[in-house]
């Protein structure tokens, strides 16, 4: 599976950004997928997960009712929907998918730099 990012870019505080992640291969066996991000300096942090089957989602505390995390099955494609950004949400977000097999694949990531 390869899975290719896109959509970040420099937005002021208070702007909206979507991100984009792009799946080829066997995607058939993706099970969930996955936000995170990493700021310089900083560990990588997970932002939001949502399932393949269902489209459960789950959020982290600091980007709840700002973020939207989805999915298009058929365009094996996921977003994350990005509101009200705030300078600390800076940093390079890489998207994740979990095959059924346990195996975890990642972009390369995309910057996004909210600008105060």
């Known amino acids: 599976v390869q899975l290719v990012e896109s959509g970040g870019g420099l937005v002021q505080a208070g702007g909206s950004l979507r991100l984009s992640c792009a799946a080829s291969?066997?995607?058939?066996?993706?099970?969930?997928w996955g936000w995170y991000r990493q700021a310089p300096g900083k560990q990588r942090d997970l932002v939001a997960t949502i399932t393949t089957r269902g489209g459960s989602a789950a959020y982290a505390d600091s980007v709840k009712g700002r973020f939207t995390i989805s999915r298009d099955n058929a365009r094996n494609t996921m977003y994350l929907q990005m509101n009200s950004l705030k300078p600390d949400d800076t940093a390079v977000y890489y998207c994740?998918?979990?095959?059924?097999?346990?195996?975890?694949?990642w972009g390369q990531g995309t910057q996004v730099t909210v600008s105060s």
């Open positions: 994740k998918a979990v095959l059924t097999t346990g195996w975890i694949h």
């Open positions: 291969g066997s995607t058939f066996i993706i099970n969930a």
